[in-house]
């Protein structure tokens, strides 16, 4: 039995997308990022970075932990035989590409969704992790106008790592919607975003983590300011925002 320790963020949805590809058995544990569950001894003794996800494997001997949401896929992968090719050439590409957002796409669309939901007035921030966002967005598309998949012609652990992001940017990203065309100007994302979907394995994904929101949205209603500041690591100013779900990027 595997367990992930999290909440509704893309970084968590990455790990069930894989499990129910790999038809693994799984449970959900929530934990509440908000008042500093994952700053508790006993989680740091499982991550010492004091975030979500962490993968619990209870298959072994003593159960193994496994903190970084790429780390998780990489292991699952190992374990599960699948999603990351063995031969050399096409495993660098599988990684580049799996690198590539953990690197840039989940820094990158994480901080644009701080300023752009939690930011107390339009910022320098803003602006910079906009354009980067766009940036990023554009390299995707040409990518997959080239190549079906974002690692060659199968599907695989850079999909899975990728698609929860830009279902993050599908729900609340302004830049994909001009007022005239939503996804304008990224039609071979636009068609691999579908393509995902519409696999099997997405749905049950997104249901078993969609579950969780009603403990996200109870955590955050009890996270009084100061308990905000921490989370957010942020100087004292106004918190009238409101959490829905995908915004929450960890």
């Known amino acids: 039995m595997i367990e992930i320790l999290g909440m509704t963020s893309p970084n968590v949805l990455k790990l069930v ?11 959900l544990r929530h934990v509440d990022v908000f008042t500093g569950e994952q700053r508790t001894p006993e989680f740091l003794a499982l991550n010492p970075s004091g975030k979500v996800p962490v993968l619990i494997d209870h298959a072994q001997d003593a159960p193994f932990a496994v903190f970084e949401s790429a780390a998780g896929l990489l292991y ?37 969704v701080h300023f752009f939901r939690y930011a107390p007035t339009e910022t320098y921030g803003l602006k910079r992790y906009e354009s980067e966002v766009a940036r990023l967005l554009g390299v995707l598309d040409t990518r997959l106008a080239q190549s079906p998949w974002l690692a060659g012609d199968d599907y695989g652990l850079a999909d899975i790592a990728t698609w929860p992001w830009v279902r993050t940017a599908d729900a609340i990203f302004p830049l994909l919607t001009d007022g005239r065309d939503r996804w304008r100007g990224l039609p071979a994302l636009r068609r691999w975003f579908d393509r995902v979907a519409e696999r099997p394995a997405t749905p049950r994904a997104t249901a078993a983590l969609d579950a969780l929101l009603p403990a996200d949205r109870a955590a955050f209603g009890r996270a009084d300011a100061d308990a905000l500041d921490r989370f957010f690591g942020r100087g004292r100013h106004d918190h009238s925002h409101k959490l829905t779900g995908a915004e929450t990027a960890q």
């Open 17 to 27: 997308l894989m499990l129910e590809e790999c038809g693994l058995a799984y449970r």
């Open 76 to 112: 699952l992968a190992e374990r599960a035989g699948r999603f990351l090719p063995a031969v050399a050439m096409p495993r660098s590409i599988a990684l580049q590409w799996l690198m590539f957002q953990t690197a840039s796409i989940g820094p990158m669309f994480g901080q644009y």
